[in-house]
C-alpha cells in the first residue's frame, strides 16, 4: 500500500508562513486534497487539486492558502500564508491510488498570536 508522509509543520507567529509537503512512496493520483482537524471538531477539506490542476479552496483560506502538486506528481503541497490563531489544527493530505484512498499520518501546525 501507498505510505504518505507529511512534512513541514510547526509553530509559526501569526501573519507567518508554512509549506506543508505530502510525499508518497507510489503512484497517487488525483483528486488530493488537505484537510485538517482542531481538538473536538470534524475534519473539513482545507484545499483540492484535479488532474486539471482545478483548485478549491475552503472559504476560511481562499487567498491566503495554495495548493499544488510536485513535478514528481507524488507529491502534493500547501503553501500557506498569512496565518491565523484559528489555522491550528493537525493537516492531513489525502490521496487516491490503486488500491483506493490513502491518508496521511497528519501533521500540527500551530499559529500562536
Known amino acids: 500500500q501507498v505510505q504518505l508522509v507529511e512534512s513541514g509543520g510547526g509553530l509559526v507567529e501569526a501573519g507567518g508562513s508554512l509549506r506543508l509537503s505530502c510525499g508518497a512512496s507510489?503512484?497517487?493520483?488525483?483528486?488530493m486534497g488537505w484537510y485538517r482537524q482542531a481538538p473536538g471538531n470534524q475534519r473539513p477539506l482545507v484545499a483540492s487539486i484535479t488532474g486539471s490542476s482545478t483548485t478549491n479552496y475552503a472559504d476560511s483560506v481562499k487567498g491566503r492558502f495554495t495548493i499544488s502538486r510536485g513535478n514528481a506528481a507524488n507529491t502534493v503541497y500547501l503553501q500557506m500564508n498569512s496565518l491565523k490563531p484559528e489555522d491550528t489544527a493537525v493537516y492531513y493530505c489525502?490521496?487516491?491510488?490503486?488500491?483506493?484512498?490513502?491518508w496521511g499520518q497528519g501533521i500540527q501546525v500551530t499559529v500562536s498570536s
Open positions: 489525502k490521496v487516491n491510488t490503486l488500491a483506493g484512498i490513502v
Open positions: 507510489g503512484s497517487i493520483f488525483t483528486p
